[in-house]
Nanobody, 120 residues
Framework: QVQLTESGGGLVQPGGSLRLSCAASGSIFGINTMAWYRQAPGNKRELVANIKRDGIETWYAASVKGRFTISRDNAERTVHLQMNNLKPEDTAIYYC?????????????WGQGTQVTVSS
């Protein structure tokens, strides 16, 4: 079994910053792509950013490009999302997800989510 645990959400004023973290644990042989998604009330869950196993190749949604930075630490099995110049429309529950090699199979676990609220 594989678990993803997020941390770092909270309330921040517009223009502020937050750093989200996600740690993977359990029966893990390797972790491929890691990603952050978000879901605002009434909206579908959307991909915010992802990062390949090499830690170099990344992708960002147009709405966050230039403001958010995704990074990972393969030794620690963690992925981070640095969010700068936050806007009210960034308010959502943020979820971590990863493609994990576990017990000879590929699995795609989700974290429990962490709330990010951007408001004055």
């Amino acid at each position: 079994q594989v678990q993803l645990t997020e941390s770092g959400g909270g309330l921040v004023q517009p223009g502020g910053s937050l750093r989200l973290s996600c740690a993977a644990s359990g029966s893990i042989f390797g972790i491929n792509t890691m990603a952050w998604y978000r879901q605002a009330p009434g909206n579908k869950r959307e991909l915010v950013a992802n990062i390949k196993r090499d830690g170099i190749e990344t992708w960002y949604a147009a709405s966050v490009k230039g403001r958010f930075t995704i990074s990972r630490d393969n030794a620690e099995r963690t992925v981070h999302l640095q969010m700068n110049n936050l806007k009210p429309e960034d308010t959502a529950i943020y979820y971590c997800q990863a493609e994990v090699v576990s017990r000879g199979q590929l699995v795609w676990p989700w974290g429990q989510g962490t709330q990010v609220t951007v408001s004055s």
